[in-house]
């Protein structure tokens, strides 16, 4: 039931908070439309860059716009590059968000996912953000919502990174909670996925947001199974192959593998398989700021879909300098952790069971957060 997802993801959380440093604090703002009342909070630094950049970060069940404030790093490196976020807050009880109505899967059809659509024009009509660089991410219940977002209002957003989630429509229903999904039993083909993101806006012919997930393979929570059915759902949006272009071990750090889908140079869909991790992955936050764009190669640009179907690209040479490229392979070892790893700032670093990299990139120390998590700060 709910409460699982709700314990944990709470304490998956909790061991991933960082030290909270942003300038200013929460505001909350009042939309319309807002059919269901979702909170919504916004964080404005000090310094604001021109047409500024716009996150949506989405919490958990049993969180809240104010714990995914501090629990993540968002806000302190909205204070370094000068974009805007907007931290939605469940309506109901057990503060999970509505990932399942007919109405949250439909664009302007009600439900939380209008409510923050409302939000997201509101920034970019107060506040000058640049209405091409809009994302949203999430974790868990708020991954459920950063798939919804990006499937019923594609208009809205240029990227979306989804920790620990399932595909969009996966709940679909009448209850807020769909057993089925969660423990990774509903399976459909890549056309069949597509065509429900596709269906939340009929007649879209508009760029998408380009997709990235992540997810551990110990996830009893949204288990394991949903993200291989989430990989198919976004490549089929963007028409391009289902198998991976480029597959690279031990990214970003050890027991990690990342799978890119489409043009290597500029993918459209990146996953994250972490080995032996369970609900729910920390949040990555500098590869999301480069995913979006804000920092780094990232490209800023949305993808146009094309025809429904599957296409071979080619693989060009690659442009990551640590990892290796390998034919595509699942996670079903752990590997050893290499010689002189170094994991990159706000990265784990360490914690009970942990077999990944003990040291910290330039810029950054190991700092313990608990006996099961340390972070690079």
């Known amino acids: 039931m709910v409460s699982k997802i709700i314990k944990s993801a709470v304490a998956a959380l909790l061991a991933v908070a960082g030290v909270q440093a942003a300038q200013n604090q929460l505001q909350q703002i009042t939309v319309s439309p807002n059919p269901n009342n979702v909170g919504l909070y916004v964080y404005r630094p000090t310094r ?3 047409n ?21 790093q968002y806000a302190n490196l909205a204070d370094t590059y000068g974009f805007i976020v907007i931290y939605p ?6 503060k999970c968000f509505d990932v399942h109505s007919t109405q949250t899967l439909t664009h302007d059809g009600g439900g939380d996912s209008q409510g923050i659509a409302s939000a997201v024009k509101y920034a970019i009509a107060n506040y000058g953000v640049d209405p091409k660089r809009v994302f949203v991410t999430g974790t868990s219940s708020g991954a459920m919502m950063t798939n919804v977002m990006a499937g019923s209002y594609p208009d809205l957003f240029a990227a979306a990174s989804a920790y620990s989630g399932v595909p969009f429509a996966c709940f679909a229903g009448t209850s807020e909670w769909n057993s089925a999904c969660a423990n990774g039993q509903v399976s459909h083909t890549a056309q069949q996925w597509g065509d429900l ?12 947001p380009k997709f990235m997930q992540w997810h551990g393979t110990a996830d009893t929570t949204l288990y394991y199974p949903n993200f291989a059915q989430g990989l198919l759902q976004w490549t089929n949006v963007f028409n391009v192959s289902q198998t ?15 799978t890119v889908y489409g043009d290597a140079s500029n993918p459209v869909v990146i996953g994250y398989s972490a080995q032996g991790v369970g609900h729910t992955v920390p949040v990555h936050e500098s590869i999301d700021l480069d995913w979006f764009g804000i920092t780094g190669s990232g490209a ?8 429904t179907g599957t296409t071979t690209t080619a693989v060009p040479t690659t442009t990551t ?16 952790t290499p010689t002189g ?9 360490g914690g009970l069971t942990w077999t990944g990299c003990t040291a910290c990139a330039a810029g950054s120390t190991c700092q313990k957060q608990n006996d099961y998590y340390s972070q690079c700060l």
Do not use: E
Request: aromatic share 8%.
């Open 341 to 349: 790893c170094l994991s990159q700032k706000w990265g784990q670093c």
């Open 48 to 50: 604001i860059a021109a």
């Open 197 to 208: 993101v596709r269906a939340a806006y009929p007649g879209y012919t508009g760029p998408r």
């Open 321 to 336: 300098a640590a990892p290796t490229t390998t034919t595509i392979t699942t996670a079903t070892s752990t590997p050893t």
């Open 52 to 72: 500024p950049p716009l996150i949506v970060a989405i919490h958990f069940c049993t969180g809240s716009a104010q714990n995914y404030f501090t629990s993540t």
């Open 244 to 258: 991976a272009t480029q597959t690279f071990s031990n990214n970003p750090q050890a027991s990690y593998t990342k």
């Open 89 to 94: 807050d469940a309506p109901r009880s057990g």
């Open 300 to 307: 800023t640009t949305t993808a146009a879909p094309t025809t």
